[in-house]
């Protein structure tokens, strides 16, 4: 910077009287109180008296400013900030009134470039700088967005450079994060099996993941669900907005080729601070293959019995118009604590079972599962010797291959 400033004309600024120096300086604060306080006669500037006007005044505009703001003064490009920026420098010690390259060596090189521009005449902004800064004695990348701007003297001389500054690393690595979590987030969403979206009130998909845009492909979106599933799960998503619980239904989804294929979907709510739903985040996952299975299953009712009879898990399949329990593990009499009867177990019986307080809720499941809706649920029981035990159960409808509901199944 030396060679900018031996091409300008020395100009005499007229000093303040000693008795007058303390009503220059009009600021308060920790900087204001250490230019006051140091001895500067055996400083380039010299004693406070002789200090130029322009650096007077630019010094009670910046000490006045709650914005960080930094200025390099002379050839010599002496450092002077207010308290905002006193943190920045925190770890660096004397650093008021030192050549800028001292205190940020680290730095020069990027940053002098654009200080020549300033002393040239020219105003410099950038709202995204990235520079390496020694802080406690490890370089640290940060971020920052500045502005240099020339400071003139009464004749128009450029005599140092203005710098209002904030760091902006927060915010930078904030957003970085933000980023990589949705990369990674598409990422996984991507590799999965099963289709993902969210959906705002009008349960319109405001994203979805590769698998499900394939899927619907060329679909309409009114042509999504199989025209006999979309009054059930009509009547699910009411429930859970009314509720503010989430969405399980299965049913038939149209893919790209016209094919309908059965899925069980869930949706959650994602609610903002004041607890307002602002959108459902979902999953569909493919059963249709699991579905003919079932349905084969349910014809080979010996290796049905085979299975539950080896469960430690409680299964049964109750007739819907009855409510018979058709089928019951030897599971059931364990858990429940109950013995063999000669007489079926029947809905009203088990829902007999659940204790009180959880009765009311297992009471609407009958409902909601002839809606076509699948339930996860946890109740409590009470035993026949009175003890009480948690029960966690899955309860679905069993669909016929003409679309109708005939009967519940369930693990519990």
């Given at each position: 910077m030396t060679e900018y400033f031996d091409k300008r004309r020395s100009v005499p600024h007229t000093p303040i009287t000693a008795k007058s120096l303390s009503t220059w300086l009009h600021a308060d604060g920790a900087v204001a109180d250490q230019i006051r306080a140091r001895d500067w006669s055996g400083t380039s500037l010299g004693p406070l008296s002789t200090w130029p006007s322009t650096l007077r005044n630019t010094l009670n505009l910046v000490l006045n400013s709650g914005l960080s703001t930094l200025i390099l003064w002379g050839e010599e490009l002496l450092c002077f900030y207010n308290?905002?920026?006193?943190?920045?420098?925190?770890?660096?010690?004397?650093?008021?009134?030192?050549?800028?390259?001292?205190?940020?060596?680290?730095?020069?090189?990027?940053?002098?470039?654009?200080?020549?521009?300033?002393?040239?005449?020219?105003?410099?902004?950038?709202?995204?700088?990235?520079?390496r800064i020694e802080r406690n004695g490890v370089l640290e990348e940060s971020w920052w967005a500045f502005s240099y701007s020339p400071i003139?003297?009464?004749?128009?001389?450029?005599?140092?450079?203005?710098?209002?500054?904030?760091?902006?690393?927060?915010?930078?690595?904030?957003?970085?994060?933000?980023?990589?979590?949705?990369?990674?987030?598409?990422?996984?969403?991507?590799?999965?099996?099963?289709?993902?979206?969210?959906?705002?009130?009008?349960?319109?998909?405001?994203?979805?993941?590769?698998?499900?845009?394939?899927?619907?492909?060329?679909?309409?979106?009114?042509?999504?669900?199989?025209p006999h599933d979309r009054a059930s799960l009509a009547a699910a998503w009411h429930r859970a907005e009314q509720n503010g619980g989430g969405v399980h239904h299965s049913h038939r989804l149209k893919d790209m080729h016209g094919d309908y294929r059965w899925h069980v979907a869930t949706s959650e709510p994602r609610r903002d601070e004041a607890g307002k739903i602002v959108e459902w985040v979902g999953i569909a996952t493919d059963i249709h293959d699991l579905h003919l299975a079932a349905e084969a299953l349910g014809e080979n009712e010996t290796l049905l019995r085979s299975f539950a009879d080896n469960s430690?898990?409680?299964?049964?399949?109750?007739?819907?118009?009855?409510?018979?329990?058709?089928?019951?593990?030897?599971?059931?009499?364990?858990?429940?604590?109950?013995?063999?009867?000669?007489?079926?177990?029947?809905?009203d019986h088990w829902?007999?079972?659940?204790?009180?307080?959880?009765?009311?809720?297992?009471?609407?499941?009958?409902?909601?599962?002839?809606a076509g809706e699948?339930?996860?649920?946890?109740?409590?029981?009470?035993?026949?010797?009175?003890?009480?035990?948690?029960?966690?159960?899955?309860?679905?409808?069993?669909?016929?291959?003409d679309g109708a509901i005939r009967k519940f199944g369930g693990i519990a």
């Open positions: 308290d905002a920026y006193a943190p920045i420098i925190e770890d660096k010690s004397d650093t008021l009134g030192q050549p800028f390259v001292e205190i940020f060596p680290e730095v020069w090189p990027q940053v002098a470039p654009l200080l020549l521009k300033a002393l040239a005449g020219e105003t410099t902004f950038n709202d995204n700088f990235s520079v003139y003297d009464e004749i128009g001389t450029i005599c140092g450079v203005f710098t209002p500054m904030y760091e902006i690393t927060g915010r930078i690595l904030a957003e970085r994060q933000r980023k990589d979590s949705e990369s990674s987030l598409n990422i996984h969403s991507d590799i999965l099996p099963s289709m993902l979206w969210r959906v705002q009130e009008t349960h319109l998909p405001v994203w979805m993941n590769r698998q499900m845009e394939e899927y619907f492909r060329g679909t309409p979106h009114a042509d999504w669900v199989h430690t898990d409680m299964l049964w399949i109750a007739d819907v118009a009855s409510g018979e329990v058709q089928y019951l593990s030897p599971a059931f009499y364990r858990i429940w604590g109950e013995q063999p009867a000669d007489t079926p177990v029947t809905w829902l007999a079972t659940v204790h009180p307080e959880d009765r009311a809720k297992q009471a609407q499941s009958r409902e909601r599962l002839m699948m339930l996860h649920e946890e109740y409590r029981i009470v035993r026949q010797d009175g003890t009480i035990r948690w029960i966690r159960g899955t309860l679905f409808p069993i669909i016929s291959a």
